[in-house]
């Protein structure tokens, strides 16, 4: 049973800068889709981006896209989420997961699609 474990959250004013880590222990997930979702306040969760295991080919949601990147260390088992610009609207938990197929939507966050879930980092956007 694999753990991935979020972190780099914080507070931030708009228009800075913040970068995620989600680390995996337990087995390597290089042949895995990795990818990240938030929940806002009170909203549902949402679908941010993913890369492929071959290829790396990424997608990215409307919201975020030419503003967030995703990256990953297959050698240190941890995928990356660096943020630029954000905006309050981009105030959320943010999670990782991970699945051996390929994700890149909201219908990934339902409940039991997915095979691995991080806890979650808290990002904090004020104006």
């Known amino acids: 049973q694999v753990q991935l474990v979020e972190s780099g959250g914080g507070s931030v004013q708009a228009g800075g800068s913040l970068r995620l880590s989600c680390a995996a222990s337990?087995?390597?997930?290089?042949?895995?889709?990795m990818g990240w979702f938030r929940q806002a306040p009170g909203k549902e969760r949402k679908f941010v981006g993913s890369?492929?295991?071959?290829?790396?080919?990424?997608h990215y949601s409307d919201s975020v896209k030419g503003r967030f990147t995703i990256s990953r260390d297959n050698a240190q088992n941890t995928l990356y989420l660096q943020m630029n610009d954000l905006q309050p609207e981009d105030t959320a938990v943010y999670y990782c997961?991970?699945?051996?197929?390929?994700?890149?939507?909201?219908?990934?966050?339902?409940?039991?699609?997915?095979?691995?879930w991080g806890q979650g980092t808290l990002v904090t956007v004020s104006s």
């Open positions: 997961a991970a699945d051996p197929y390929e994700f890149r939507s909201d219908y990934a966050a339902a409940a039991g699609y997915l095979e691995l």
């Open positions: 337990g087995r390597t997930l290089a042949r895995y889709t």
């Open positions: 890369h492929m295991w071959n290829g790396g080919r990424t």
